[in-house]
Structures are given as structure tokens and as C-alpha cells.
């Protein structure tokens, strides 16, 4: 009986371990999360650190939709005689005239060909009446079309506020004129890329003591709330990700730009750190990291404020 067995309690230890070895083998921050503003969902430039980076999994910027700018034309469009409800152009012009002349005749006695009689007064009354009519039909038409509903499709305001719409002279798209670029490339000083290893150490050393206070002054909201759901994990899964000795060893800049206020640094660095998932409980090392990583990270600060971290992802 437990030769038959045996086969079968070899195979429940080698399950049991590869549970194991999945239940804490992503307690470090993994995947690519966070926001790049407008160029969230574009490929950051390669650089001899980091050719190529994933594309971001997790963000709270809205992703562009296909023909998101369709409709704006639609709404630009001139009515049936040109612009508005007559318009401008040759045609709404005569017609404008046309009529205007007719119910001014009509209001004052003299009928639309005023100065004739007989056959020509009844052939301008009926031309009068006509006019009238057309009048009113137009009328009515350009009041139906004012009153319905905006067709689905066209740029929202929360679009164009993520960088998902063109963006147009103006605020982000507002102000009319001829299509602008969404941002514009800023230079990075050595004392940017200071700040940049800078936060590295620090926000790696804060991560392995859990100290969200610290978390908190170097990275947006955003990548707070990220973080936090990473060590809520590992708190479930009692285990803890310590990590320590973190030193930068190659870096260089992927690209930097300005967003309106905001302004934007993406960063290949490959750093060694000391990277271990130790039990809560009795402190034994459960599984040890690799002892160097390479990642991309982007870097926000308004104009003349401090740098925190707003997206890292991997390579």
C-alpha cells in the first residue's frame, strides 16, 4: 500500500511547492504601473540601459479612443444656406435679401414688386407667400437641429484633459487655431539626475521598511495607492519585502518634456539592491530576489517644484 502511495505523495510535495513558490515568488513591486501624462501609452525612447521597456499595465490616465476627434467638423458645419440659419456665402446672402425685402414690403403695404399692378401684384403676392413659407420651414429646421442632443463620438472634456484628443491653440485643445503639440522637450541637469538616484535609494529603502509617510513625499497619489497594494499583499501573505544596499550603476535619460505646468523625465536605470521576502513572523528568508534589476522610471514635478515618481516600468 505504501509503495502504491508513494509515487503519488512525491507528486502532492512537488505541487505543494510550486504553490509555495507562486504565492511569494511577486510579493516584490512588479508589472508597469503608473502615468507618463500624454505619453502614457507610448513607448519610451530607447536607450543603451533599457532598448525597450514594457508597455504600462496598470494607470489612471484614460487611454485615447480611435476617432475620438470625429464629429468636431460636424459641428463646425455651415446650415442650409451656408451658416447658421441663413449663413454666410452667395446663396444665403440672396436669399437673406430676398426675403428680407419681401416681409419688409408686406409690413409696410407695398407687397414684394410694390410699384407694379394688376397680373405682377397677385404674382408678387404669391411669391411673398411662398417665401414665407420656405421661411418658416428653415426656421423650424435650424430650431430642430439647435435642440437635439450631441451625437456620441466627439472629444470629451476628460479626454482632452488626459491627453487623449488633439489638442488645439488654448488650453488643451480650447481656444480654436491650428493644431500644437501636446509638449515640448525640456533639459535635464546633473542635479536632476541627483535627485533621480536620489529617490531610487529612497523610495527602494522605504518600499522594504514599509513606511507609507516616507512613500508618500516621493511619488504621486497614484503610485502611492500601488505601492500600498503591494505591501497590503504581502501583509496578507505574511511575509515582508526587505530590501537594502540599493546603488545605482548605469542610467541615462529617455526622454524629458514639459506638459503645461507639469514637467516629465523618463529614466533607464539598472541598480543592485539587496532584495529578500523574509517571514512576518519568525524572520526566515522565504525566497531571495534577484540581486540587480533594470527598469524605467518617469519622474513629475510642476515648474520649479520638487521630483516624484510617477511610473515605473520594466524592461
Known sequence: MLRIHRPLLALLAVVAALVFTVATVDARVSGSSG???????????????????????????????P?????????????LLGGGMFGGGLLGGLA???????????????????????????????????????????????????????????????????????????????????AAPADEPIEVTPADFDAFEKL?????????????????????????????????????????NQISDVKLLQGDLSEAWREINDEYATVAMRYSLSDKIVDRATGRVVEEEPSEATELWTFRRARGGQWLLSAIQQT
Do not use: C
Not at 57 to 65: C, D, L, N, V, W
Not at 204 to 210: L, M, N, P, R, W
Not at 215 to 237: D, G, I, K, V
Open 35 to 65: 502615468s507618463r501624462g500624454s505619453r502614457t501609452f507610448s513607448a519610451p525612447a530607447a536607450t543603451n540601459t533599457a532598448p525597450r521597456a514594457a508597455p504600462i499595465e496598470r494607470t489612471m490616465t484614460q487611454a485615447p479612443r
Open 200 to 240: 531610487l535609494g529612497d523610495i527602494q529603502t522605504a518600499y522594504g521598511k514599509e513606511d507609507l509617510g516616507a512613500l508618500r513625499a516621493h511619488m504621486t497619489p497614484e503610485m502611492l495607492s500601488y505601492f500600498s497594494e503591494e505591501l497590503a499583499r504581502n501583509a496578507s501573505r505574511g511575509v515582508v
Open 96 to 178: 437673406a435679401g430676398f426675403i428680407g425685402a419681401g416681409l419688409f414690403g408686406m409690413l409696410f403695404g407695398h407687397g414684394f414688386m410694390g410699384g407694379m399692378g394688376g397680373f405682377a401684384s397677385i404674382l408678387g403676392l404669391l411669391l411673398q407667400v411662398a417665401l414665407v413659407v420656405i421661411v418658416a420651414r428653415l426656421a423650424w429646421a435650424w430650431w430642430q437641429r439647435r435642440n437635439q442632443p450631441a451625437m456620441a463620438g466627439g472629444p470629451s472634456l476628460r479626454d482632452r484633459l488626459s491627453g487623449g484628443g488633439q489638442s488645439a491653440g488654448g488650453f488643451a485643445g480650447f481656444g480654436g487655431g491650428s
Open 67 to 79: 476617432g475620438s476627434a470625429v464629429g468636431q467638423a460636424a459641428g463646425q458645419r455651415p446650415g
